[in-house]
């Protein structure tokens, strides 16, 4: 006995030795990770953020609940299958693609600029996907868009960049804008006959859906540009999914780029009437981001100088931080050629581009302008949200905070982890920092304490402006369900994903379905959010080639 209880006491003396040297190995890396990021816990790399992937899980599902056409695997209960017959009139299938907000209309625009970010996110941050077993959901969303967008451009000068709904009839009205007074905020709504004509679900939709199309004598730049640049970033998804699927991404891209710089025009100054939806400042911004795009795709160097030669210096306004959006790409092309700064060889042609380092040197300008400590750090609210316009207030800070993810990232990779703005240094782990202030408001930690992406959290949105979300799955309202709209009741759908347009100035928020500058939910803002919720999933380096 005494001998089988030494045995016992040897045995369990070398598991304690075990346990305690596993602990120590735990605790040297969390220390090795701390002082990697300047202090700060990030999870290990490869280990998945329980809160971040479980809002990358439901940011995703809001894909879904905007798919346009025949549903596949639906699992959204109260979304079925809607317009079919996209396209019929110019023998097109354009039934598929995603709804762009609340409403019912496809504008390949924002669509275009939802598909360049959404390969974007799962290009640099795909592994990080793949731990929070995101990424097939992901790639499902960007596939549904491709498909839309090729059907879009059936020959070379020709792209369908709209489809709508008795487009004259929903044009705003200025004179019928009306302002509803909120306790002491006043919100836009909007014209009452314009955007609220035809409140219905778009699974009974019956009116005519007409098509907008671009051609050489109908130009618009910007939107073939984005067009390209979708396909492109796409076209590297694809690569090692479906080889022939992704060369015919970057054959679309290619004759898109080309008909975009051939034949110069912004859209909405082609159709005057849809500046009334998203007006395009410039086109100049998407054709530098294209050719950028078009550089990763194909290692083809005259993209490269296309973007930073003549056409850089007289568009890209190089040395003046901008704010990243739908409507400004050039934030978004400085970070992206970026990192063929932060990544390129010592003495190689890329690297001595001075082009490239203007690029470069404008990305910490704007990286500058995002953290809080920086003499030129930008306004933020009380409760710490970037707070760049009142209309969709989550969309800049959302894109701003994914820039910075990256670019955190292209700094510690590439091991140059030092920034410096107005001679005061920062690191990766500050952008970081400001990345994840940024999300963690988003998710409920502001002053209202509430999660803006509607199904995160135990509370969100309950009213928001969708028009398949307020309407009862069994009801057909034709297209007087103005009842749905006004009812003060919460959504009878969860329109799970949706990242509302967010607060105002001072932090506040009105749940209200009529308060769309504040409860309207955008595709594109979920392809934002799902880039930022990826980036913090989890910590570790990025790919130094996208190709």
């Given at each position: 006995?005494?001998?089988?209880?030494?045995?016992?006491?040897?045995?369990?003396?070398?598991?304690?030795?075990?346990?305690?040297?596993?602990?120590?190995?735990?605790?040297?890396?969390?220390?090795?990770?701390?002082?990697?990021?300047?202090?700060?816990?990030?999870?290990?790399?490869?280990?998945?953020?329980?809160?971040?992937?479980?809002?990358?899980?439901?940011?995703?599902?809001f894909f879904q609940v905007q798919k346009s056409g025949k549903l596949v695997n639906n699992e959204i209960p109260w979304r079925g299958d809607s317009a079919?017959?996209?396209?019929?009139?110019?023998?097109?299938?354009?039934?598929?693609?995603?709804?762009?907000?609340?409403?019912?209309?496809?504008?390949?625009?924002?669509?275009?600029?939802?598909?360049?970010?959404?390969?974007?996110?799962?290009?640099?941050?795909?592994?990080?996907?793949?731990?929070?077993?995101?990424?097939?959901?992901?790639?499902?969303?960007?596939?549904?868009?491709?498909?839309?967008?090729?059907?879009?451009?059936?020959?070379?000068?020709?792209?369908?960049?709209?489809?709508?709904?008795?487009?004259?009839?929903?044009?705003?009205?200025?004179?019928?804008?009306?302002?509803?007074?909120?306790?002491?905020?006043?919100?836009?709504?909007?014209?009452?006959?314009?955007?609220?004509?035809?409140?219905?679900?778009?699974?009974?939709?019956?009116?005519?859906?007409?098509?907008?199309?671009?051609?050489?004598?109908?130009?618009?730049?910007?939107?073939?540009?984005?067009?390209?640049?979708?396909?492109?970033?796409?076209?590297?998804?694809?690569?090692?999914?479906?080889?022939?699927?992704?060369?015919?991404?970057?054959?679309?891209?290619?004759?898109?780029?080309?008909?975009?710089?051939?034949?110069?025009?912004?859209?909405?100054?082609?159709?005057?009437?849809?500046?009334?939806?998203?007006?395009?400042?410039?086109?100049?911004?998407?054709?530098?981001?294209?050719?950028?795009?078009?550089?990763?795709?194909?290692?083809?160097h005259s993209y490269l100088s296309y973007a930073t030669g003549k056409n850089g210096k007289e568009y890209a306004d190089l040395g003046n931080p901008r704010?990243?959006?739908?409507?400004?790409?050039?934030?978004?092309?400085?970070?992206?050629?970026?990192?063929?700064?932060?990544?390129?060889?010592?003495?190689?042609?890329?690297g001595q581009d001075e082009g490239l380092g203007s690029y470069k040197d404008t990305a910490d300008a704007v990286m500058c302008i995002l953290l809080p400590?920086?003499?030129?750090?930008?306004?933020?609210?009380?409760?710490?949200?970037?707070?760049?316009?009142?209309?969709?207030?989550?969309?800049?800070?959302?894109?701003?905070?994914?820039?910075?993810?990256?670019?955190?990232?292209?700094?510690?990779?590439?091991?140059?982890?030092?920034?410096?703005?107005?001679?005061?240094?920062?690191?990766?782990?500050?952008?970081?920092?400001?990345?994840?202030?940024?999300?963690?408001?988003?998710?409920?930690?502001?002053?209202?304490?509430?999660?803006?992406?509607?199904?995160?959290?135990?509370?969100?949105?309950?009213?928001?402006?969708?028009?398949?979300?307020?309407?009862?799955?069994?009801?057909?309202?034709?297209?007087?369900?103005?009842?749905?709209?006004?009812?003060?009741?919460?959504?009878?759908?969860?329109?799970?994903?949706?990242?509302?347009?967010?607060?105002?100035?001072?932090?506040?928020?009105?749940?209200?379905?009529?308060?769309?500058?504040?409860?309207?939910?955008?595709?594109?803002?979920?392809?934002?959010?799902?880039?930022?919720?990826?980036?913090?999933?989890?910590?570790?380096?990025?790919?130094?080639?996208?190709?």
């Open positions: 006995m005494a001998a089988r209880c030494c045995g016992c006491s040897v045995r369990c003396c070398c598991w304690l030795l075990v346990l305690t040297l596993v602990a120590l190995a735990v605790t040297a890396t969390v220390v090795f990770v701390r002082y990697r990021n300047g202090g700060q816990v990030f999870p290990l790399p490869g280990v998945p953020d329980a809160k971040y992937a479980e809002a990358l899980a439901v940011a995703l599902q079919l017959d996209d396209g019929e009139e110019a023998k097109l299938d354009l039934s598929k693609g995603m709804y762009d907000a609340g409403d019912h209309m496809k504008f390949g625009f924002t669509l275009a600029f939802t598909g360049t970010m959404l390969s974007w996110s799962v290009l640099e941050y795909g592994d990080a996907m793949r731990a929070a077993k995101q990424h097939d959901a992901a790639i499902d969303a960007l596939g549904w868009i491709m498909d839309f967008l090729i059907n879009a451009h059936p020959s070379d000068d020709v792209l369908y960049i709209q489809v709508d709904r008795f487009a004259s009839d929903l044009l705003p009205n200025l004179s019928n804008v009306v302002v509803r007074q909120f306790a002491d905020v006043s919100i836009l709504v909007g014209d009452p006959k314009a955007d609220h004509k035809c409140w219905e679900r778009p699974e009974t939709m019956s009116e005519k859906r007409p098509l907008t199309k671009i051609t050489t004598k109908s130009p618009g730049s910007d939107v073939a540009a984005e067009t390209a640049a979708a396909m492109a970033a796409a076209s590297l998804v694809y690569k090692p999914i479906n080889g022939t699927y992704s060369s015919s991404l970057l054959d679309h891209a290619q004759r898109l780029f080309a008909f975009a710089d051939k034949y110069r025009g912004a859209y909405t100054r082609t159709f005057p009437e849809l500046s009334a939806y998203y007006n395009s400042t410039t086109y100049q911004d998407e054709l530098l981001w294209a050719a950028s795009w078009l550089y990763h795709a194909t290692g083809n704010y990243f959006s739908w409507d400004d790409k050039r934030p978004g092309t400085e970070v992206l050629l970026s990192r063929v700064s932060f990544f390129a060889a010592d003495g190689s042609d890329v400590e920086s003499d030129t750090a930008a306004f933020r609210t009380d409760g710490g949200l970037l707070y760049v316009a009142e209309w969709n207030s989550l969309q800049h800070p959302v894109a701003s905070a994914f820039l910075a993810a990256v670019y955190s990232d292209y700094m510690s990779t590439s091991g140059k982890t030092e920034l410096t703005c107005s001679g005061k240094s920062f690191t990766s782990s500050d952008l970081r920092k400001f990345a994840k202030s940024q999300a963690d408001y988003v998710l409920g930690d502001n002053p209202m304490k509430l999660s803006y992406l509607v199904g995160y959290g135990d509370s969100y949105p309950q009213r928001v402006h969708h028009r398949g979300a307020s309407i009862p799955a069994d009801v057909d309202t034709g297209c007087d369900g103005q009842e749905w709209l006004k009812t003060s009741k919460p959504n009878p759908n969860v329109a799970t994903g949706a990242l509302v347009g967010g607060p105002l100035k001072n932090d506040s928020f009105i749940d209200d379905r009529e308060n769309v500058r504040q409860n309207e939910a955008t595709t594109y803002n979920s392809a934002l959010i799902v880039g930022l919720l990826s980036g913090l999933v989890s910590y570790s380096s990025v790919a130094q080639s996208l190709s």
